[in-house]
């Protein structure tokens, strides 16, 4: 089956952004050839009072943006390091607990992976990641609605809120079938606007 190209959002603060992105991850490893474009979306900018500085411009930002900003630097400048580093920082963040609040925090994650972190916060001094984040959320929240993450956008036209329950169960085949069925399901069924158990699975 031939899947359309995609973007996906992302923020290291969600727990379901984080199952999404590793079954997407897998689903790659396992040979799916996904072609998806990471994107960057702070969910702290949703909880700017209106008239406040946005959080790009605040000096909460150094704090809060830190993951995402060393993540786009990352993405940007060393790519073919974006996957190990993007799983690292959703384990960082979701099995060990770490805030990433802070550069020592993510300069950890960088180096365990391999990378000089003083080289991809040079990046980031630059103020161009923090540029593409800003630009990113303001363009998928102002045109095309986005509220959250994990949230796939289609022909940038199209943004679809997906949340799956389960994590990869160390299984990529299996990633690879589920994220195929899911994709080609909000990509080919555009009539399908919402689909929800009303209860979660025990």
């Given at each position: ?54 959080i790009w411009d605040s000096p909460e930002g150094d ?34 607990s770490i805030a990433l609040s802070n550069r020592e ?98």
């Open positions: 089956m031939s899947l359309p190209s995609f973007t996906l959002l992302y923020d290291y603060r969600c727990p379901f952004a984080r199952i999404v992105h590793e079954h997407v991850l897998a689903a790659n490893r396992a040979g799916a050839d996904l072609a998806v474009t990471f994107a960057p979306y702070t969910l702290n900018q949703g909880y700017v009072p209106e008239g406040a500085p946005a704090s809060v943006l830190s993951a995402l900003e060393a993540s786009v630097a990352v993405r940007d400048t060393w790519p073919a390091s974006f996957a190990a580093v993007h799983e690292a920082l959703f384990e960082a963040r979701h099995t060990h925090q993510v300069a950890s994650v960088l180096e365990s992976v391999g990378l000089d972190a003083g080289e991809v916060f040079a990046v980031v001094d630059s103020g161009g990641p923090r540029r593409v984040i800003a630009n990113d959320w303001t363009h998928y929240h102002h045109d095309l609605d986005v509220f959250g993450v994990p949230t796939f956008v289609f022909n940038d036209a199209d943004a679809v809120f997906l949340r799956l329950m389960d994590p990869p169960n160390g299984d990529d085949q299996a990633s690879a079938a589920l994220m195929t069925q899911v994709i080609a399901t909000m990509a080919l069924q555009p009539s399908i606007n919402e689909l929800k158990h009303t209860r979660v699975p025990s």
